[in-house]
């Protein structure tokens, strides 16, 4: 296989976060490959991305992005960017996706491993980012639109060769939509060693895109209640504004921070408060394990594969001020009492480092091609 030629395929690379940790992953298993994609904005990838050859659709892209209001209504027209992609040299076809990536055609002679960070969350009902989907005067179109991306996702989805789910919440939901089975392997998180120590003291932690959905301003109304404790933000997004706006004191917002910040800030935390309902997998509680801290999560999807309850972190069942207002006291009862041992919560976490995801996947994938090849 010394002269496998191989392809990448992933969503866009406009944003940095956890899928594109993903795909820095695949390509330290091959780095010759090329990288297909419908938009790329250099300038918010890492180097590690940009140093490889990186083909967009810049046509279509233009297109799309004609004006800043009407771009977010042609994001249907992405998967005609997939399609049209001309991968008849290529022996290997890796795409990584949460929308239109898994879509390419391929040939009989080639094989295509599809890596699903999960079925379009938009498609099927999970909270988004984009919260004017459900406005009254658009509602309409938006409804008639989703039906048929669902029907093209479903064609799409059968596509691939094999399918590897990010998690066993990933692998129930590719079986209930696409009706096909899949692998788990779950997602590389990164971990950055640190013994330093940062500026603030005995704080908690929120990290993450300040989106609807990851729903933080319930966690902010919930510290507000609770002036003795402070937390501090880590992330940008467009509900940065109104998220000050409600925010006490208590409270401190850092913006978004760059890979070795972030690690010293988690190194340095109490614990990581995480609302987010139906977490596909959730990267973010897992680096805070790795620096042995103990995490706050709602009790759905993802978190129940990496939080062990009384080990490492505990779960809250309802998105409400009060509710998470008791469980957030009695979280901070268990640090002080000193309830978590922090090897122990490491340790929880060593199965979801990136070197194990580079070792199961190339396994997966080499074992594919050994069985096509003999």
Known sequence: MKNLKVALIHDYLTQYGGAEKTLEAIIEIFPDADIFTSFYESKNMSDQINSKNIISSKKMGKFISIHPILSKYLTFLIPLIFE???LGDYDLIISDSSSYAKGVITNPNQMHICYIHTPPRFLYKYSVENTKRNKWYYRWIVRYI???LRLWDFQAAQRPDFLVSNSFEIQK???KFYKRTSTVIHPPVDYIET???YPEKNYYLIAGRLVAYKNFDIVIKTFNELESLKLLVIGNGPLEND???MAGKNIKFLGKVNEKEKHLIMENCLGLINPVKDEDFGIVPVEVLLHGKPVLA???AGHLETIVEGV???FFDILEINNLKGKIIEFDKFINNNKYDAN????????FTKEEFKRNFSKFVFDKLDKKNN
């Open 173 to 175: 939901r590719i079986e």
């Open 243 to 245: 998220l000050k706006k």
């Open 298 to 300: 709602h009790r759905s």
């Open 312 to 314: 490492n972190g505990e």
């Open 195 to 197: 013994k330093d120590f």
């Open 344 to 351: 122990r919560i490491k340790s929880t976490a060593q199965k």
């Open 146 to 148: 989703d039906n048929l």
């Open 84 to 86: 049209n992609y001309d």
